[in-house]
C-alpha cells in the first residue's frame, strides 16, 4: 500500500513538472479550459502510474518520452514536431540531475549503484529531488530556452527521424552508464561522449531548421517576384490597349 502511494505521489509531480516547465520556457499560455487541463492532467496521472506498475527499462522510458509529448501538444497546443523538440530537449536535461543524483548519493554516502537506481532513485524523494533540480536548472536557463524553442519548425520527416535517433541513442549510452557505473573515471568518458553526440546531432537539426527557413523565406520572395511580374506583364498589355486606342 505504501508503494502504491509513492507510486501516485510520483505520478502526480512528475506531471505537474513538465507543465511548470512549459510554464517557464513557452510563451504561449495554456489554450486549454480548466476542466479540459483537468482531464488531460489526471490522463496523464493515470498513464504514469501505469507505467510505474507494469512497464519497466527502455519501454518506460519511450512511453514516458510519448506521455510528455502528449502533455506539450495538448496542454500549450504546440505542434507535434516542435511537442517533439521540446520533450527531446526536456528528456536530455532529466538527465542531469539524474546524474547528479547518482554521483553524490554514490560517493556522498556510499550508495551502492544498484540501490541509488532501483530503489532510491524510483522514489517519492528521489523524484522530487530530480524534479527540483530540473526545475532550478530551467528556471536560470528560461530565457536560453525560450529563444530556443521559439525558432520556427517546420514539419520535416528528416527533423523528426534526426530527434529519435539522437533520443534512442542517448537512452542507450545512458543505460549503459547507469549499468556499468563504477567509481572511477570511466563514467566522465561516457558523460562526454553523450555531450559531443548531442552536440553534433543538435547542429545538424539547427543547421535543417536554418535551411528550411532559408527555403520558405525564398518561396516567399519568388512568389512575390511572380506576382510583380504579373503586374508588370499586366501594366504592358494595358498601356498597349491604350495606345491602340489612342491611335484609332
Known sequence: MQQIVEYILS???LVITPIIFGALTQNNKIRKSKDKVIIIFLISCVSYLLSFLYLDGIIKTVFVFGLHIFIFNQIYKIKLSKSIMITFIYAILLMIPDMIILLFFVGMFGMTKEYCYNI?????????LVCAIILLITYL???????????????????????????????????????????????FSYIML???????ISNLIKEKITINDK??????????????????????????????????
Open 194 to 200: 553523450i555531450i559531443i553526440f548531442l552536440i553534433v
Open 141 to 187: 536557463l528560461r530565457n536560453k530556452l525560450k529563444r530556443l524553442f521559439s525558432t520556427r519548425v517546420e514539419n520535416s520527416n528528416n527533423i523528426l527521424y534526426m530527434t529519435l535517433f539522437t533520443i534512442l541513442c542517448v537512452i542507450i549510452l545512458f543505460f549503459d552508464i547507469i549499468t556499468n557505473y563504477k567509481n572511477d573515471n570511466s563514467i
Open 215 to 248: 527555403i520558405k523565406e525564398y518561396n516567399s520572395l519568388l512568389a512575390f517576384m511572380r506576382t510583380y511580374e504579373i503586374e508588370i506583364e499586366s501594366n504592358r498589355i494595358q498601356n498597349h490597349e491604350i495606345k491602340n486606342q489612342f491611335i484609332t
Open 11 to 13: 505520478s502526480i509531480i
Open 120 to 128: 532510491f532513485a524510483g522514489s517519492f524523494i528521489g523524484n522530487l
